[in-house]
């Protein structure tokens, strides 16, 4: 550890060299200044950070105590020992209610000295190594914000927090504390007709674009709220604004963000009472979204071509995407922002709509219902039913299936 500063006020000199000579044994304790009344200790304490001030309680014009407790309100808290001749349990209950570390009474005893100073030397190391930790955690804190805004708000829009907890996070990330708020609701598709390749671009690049052209776009508008929702979803929180406003800026992003990335946008917007009603608010622009969003051609052809291929079980996204003459990747995308939903798990649906209508109506053993329905083993076939049913295929034919054979 290194030197500690420390500063010695007593009104009485001989008490003050006395206490420097005793703490001149010590290699780590620094005497670096002295005072003889509170109201200059007041005042070198709060030009000079102090680690360790040995503080007698009566002195002229502010006494020990008075001066502690003028540190304290100017947010001073060097380690304070109170030397004094009053034995006196007012004393020491006012000196412990001002957090004084420690008390000893004149004549000052060599060996109580030294015990009460190793003790304050484990508590200032101690103190070091908290404001060291609170440093690097507030530094942590500030490196990973952006991420951690993120990653609340997407948590926020699922409802996994309650209103104190919301608080509490909105606070810690030194959010702004909207009353009301406006939330924009982006969803991207890639757009075939763009000059750009699309081959440059994937889901992570659109958004950290779109995040850059939106500050842009809403500079008028300080302390927004940029994040990625999902692959294809982008929200955007600000201040309440009028509904003129949520048009021209829907407008203008939307214009912005098509011309710069090859992208197709569609932008709800609505108000939210704070940021506890904006999950609702979000659930009822999805379902808007979603009515008013027809599927590309491209992914109708796919259905289509699904629907002739899916009980192959060798069949698979690189099989559609070469029928459209695309890669999988870009079906991929297209399938998830069209649908709400993946390729596979499509056609893992198509497969078990099969199957149930075959264990109806079928008396046909569990191996031939999986082999028609598309599946490659009866096993994968009774573990992908039951993940998605819950409930096994033997006994959703024993409660469907009139008549036949058990299996």
């Not at 009053?86 to 004393?91: C, E, L, V």
């Not at 099989?319 to 596979?344: C, M, N, W, Y």
Request: net charge negative; with cysteine.
């Amino acid at each position: 550890m290194t030197s500690i500063k420390t500063l010695i006020v007593d009104d009485e000199e001989i008490i003050r060299k006395g206490l420097r000579s005793l703490l001149s044994n010590d290699p780590q304790i620094d005497v670096v200044g002295e005072a003889g009344d509170g109201e200059r200790a007041f005042e070198m304490i709060a030009q000079t950070k102090y680690d360790l001030v040995f503080m007698d309680i009566n002195m002229p014009f502010l006494n020990g105590l008075g001066c502690i407790d003028k540190l304290r309100e100017i947010g001073e808290n060097p380690l304070v020992i109170i030397v004094s001749g009053y034995d006196d349990f007012n004393y020491a209950k006012q000196a412990i209610s001002l957090g004084v570390f420690d008390y000893i009474l004149k004549p000052i005893m060599e060996e109580t000295l030294v015990e009460v100073v190793e003790k304050a030397k484990k508590e200032l190391l101690n103190r070091k190594k908290s404001h060291s930790y609170l440093t690097w955690a507030k530094s942590q804190l500030e490196k990973n914000r952006d991420f951690l805004i993120e990653d609340f708000m997407r948590n926020l829009l699922k409802q996994c927090y309650d209103d104190i907890e919301i608080k509490s996070r909105i606070e810690c990330l030194n959010l702004p504390e909207y009353t009301e708020l406006s939330f924009f609701l982006l969803r991207f598709s890639f757009s075939e007709n763009s000059a750009f390749s699309l081959a440059d671009w994937n889901e992570n690049l659109v958004f950290y674009a779109a995040k850059e052209l939106a500050y842009r776009v809403f500079v008028d508008y300080p302390h927004i709220i940029s994040f990625q929702i999902s692959d294809f979803d982008i929200g955007i929180v600000c201040r309440a604004l009028s509904a003129a406003e949520q048009t021209l800026l829907s407008d203008v992003l939307k214009s912005e963000l098509e011309k710069c990335i090859p992208v197709h946008m569609r932008i709800l917007c609505g108000n939210a009472a704070g940021y506890e009603s904006l999950a609702d608010l979000y659930d009822g622009l999805k379902e808007r979204l979603a009515d008013s969003l027809p599927a590309p051609a491209l992914v109708l052809d796919a259905l289509a071509y699904m629907n002739t291929r899916y009980t192959d079980n060798l069949f698979s996204l690189q099989d559609a995407a070469d029928f459209l003459h695309i890669t999988p990747q870009h079906l991929s995308r297209l399938f998830k922002s069209a649908l709400g939903e993946t390729f596979v798990e499509h056609l893992t649906m198509l497969r078990l709509h099969k199957a149930l209508e075959l264990l109806k109506r079928s008396d046909a053993r569990m191996y031939e219902i999986a082999e028609q329905a598309g599946y490659s083993s009866q096993h994968y076939f009774c573990t992908s039913f039951k993940r998605v049913l819950h409930i096994s295929p033997q006994e959703y034919r024993r409660l469907f299936f009139k008549g036949g054979k058990n299996q």
